[in-house]
């Protein structure tokens, strides 16, 4: 009977034991909106990221038609699938060193409720996720415009573009008119 009764109570404290473990909090999983998902990209031997939110699709450069009166960030337009983009060039607005243009480019064709237009890049590495808690504020060493447009940078010096801001700014959008 002294047996029976020990191997009752092994049952029962292995029972409670498995109890206990189950009944545990899981470990803090960071929340969906702790993490930002981006489309890293290269400039000018740089790694750069923007929200994969914005961006619509990726496409290779093809048949570029160059834009007159704009300025020399705008590269051109690019017509995908009868839908017509403008064309960036980052390295151009942030004052980049350039190294020409080759089929090997890539365009990052980014939307926002207002506006819809691609960016030139060098190469595309592919999709992220980032965690918002690993995000530092923007280099000392980046000056000038670049600091401006910045989300931040991650300790793999990637840097994050804050995609919104560089929307926001007037020479963006292209208010000129030839008099003919």
Known sequence: MAAQLKARNEKSDILRARATAHARKPA????????????EFGLAGERYGLEAAHVHEVYPLQELTPLPCTPPFVLGLVNVRGRIYPVIDLKKFFDLPEQGITDLHRILLVHTAEMQLGILADTIAGVRSIRLDTIQPSLPTLTGIRAAYLKGVTAERL????FARILADGRIIVHEEVEG
């Open 28 to 39: 803090a999983q960071p929340a969906a909106e702790a993490i930002l998902e981006i489309i």
């Open 159 to 162: 840097v994050i573009l804050d």
